[in-house]
């Protein structure tokens, strides 16, 4: 059984008076790639920012290698755990090199030079998501598929032990979708992310988180989370199920013009 990187359990997080999550538990094996599935506001996106300690939960244990994260500082922390946000931030004046340079910071002393091997890290994660060309461009410049990469790259010289994306494929085309999610697979590190396409996620993630209403609906292999009930009971819609030819896991398909009779679904916008 692979080592656990990640273990979340019992967690809960409520706001005036209003749960946001709910008991929520589960575990990130060394090197997989978890889907966080669901309708929007399922509570996908705090989900996440209480593993990177952007909220505190009400209650519950986040743990990174058995350590729990309030023990962390904001360094260490840091140097275990990589985020790339689901709106693409604004750096103006800063070209691509110097955006992923800053990955350098938590391993750097507030006055460190960067070195020579500093520098070659940087090319190498350049190199990697396939931005070498645009390394003196200004980030602004970029496309919406170059930032997503050069925001990984940023998180490939920060050396973490696991990767978090909110919605990382947002806004992008679907070649551009496919790019990033298969940059992110081939990286080797522990990755959790929340992906709004299920058939992305099916295709990519070694297992799948799906919530509703700030809930824990279903955990385990896409094959187990992904069935036509629990679809049409979470996201109000009807679809069929097959196996994709290429990878074996689910290829859903929908159904169009009616909603599924056992629910209505409501508006989780």
């Known amino acids: 059984m692979s080592?656990?990187?990640l273990d979340v359990n019992h967690l809960f997080w409520q706001v005036d008076n209003?749960?946001?999550?709910?008991?929520?538990?589960?575990?990130?094996p060394k090197g997989q790639m978890l889907g966080l599935i669901g309708p929007n506001g399922a509570g996908k996106s705090s989900l996440l920012r209480c593993l990177y300690r952007y909220i505190v939960p009400t209650s519950g244990d986040i743990a990174i290698f058995s350590k729990p994260i309030s023990e962390f500082s904001s360094k260490l922390l840091a140097q275990n755990i990589a985020v790339v946000q689901q709106d693409t931030p604004h750096y103006f004046d800063m070209t691509t090199e110097q955006l992923v340079t800053m990955g350098l910071t938590p391993h750097k002393g507030l006055f460190d030079p960067n070195t020579v091997q500093d520098r070659?890290?940087?090319?190498?994660?350049?190199?990697?998501?396939?931005?070498?060309?645009?390394a003196l461009q200004q980030y602004e410049l970029l496309s919406g598929g170059e930032k997503q990469r050069?925001?990984?790259?940023?998180?490939?010289v920060?050396?973490?032990?696991?990767?978090?994306?909110d919605e990382p494929t947002n806004h992008l085309d679907i070649r551009y979708q496919i790019q990033i999610l298969e940059l992110v697979k081939s990286l080797g590190i522990s990755v959790i992310?929340?992906?709004h396409d299920l058939n992305l996620a099916s295709a990519m993630c070694d297992k799948l988180l799906l919530l509703d209403h700030g809930q824990l609906i279903a955990k385990g292999t896409p094959t187990e989370v992904l069935t036509e009930r629990q679809i049409s009971d979470v996201f109000g819609v009807c679809?069929?199920?097959?196996?994709?030819?290429q990878h074996a896991k689910p290829l859903i398909s929908y159904f169009y013009g009616y909603q599924p009779s056992h629910k209505v679904g409501p508006d989780h916008d």
Request: with cysteine; net charge neutral.
């Open 3 to 5: 080592e656990s990187v």
């Open 18 to 28: 209003k749960m946001i999550l709910a008991d929520i538990h589960f575990s990130l």
């Open 193 to 195: 992310a929340s992906i």
């Open 158 to 165: 920060q050396q973490p032990h696991i990767l978090i994306l």
């Open 120 to 134: 070659e890290r940087v090319l190498s994660a350049l190199a990697k998501v396939g931005l070498q060309q645009q």
């Open 150 to 156: 050069a925001l990984i790259a940023r998180a490939i």
């Open 239 to 245: 679809c069929d199920i097959n196996v994709h030819p």
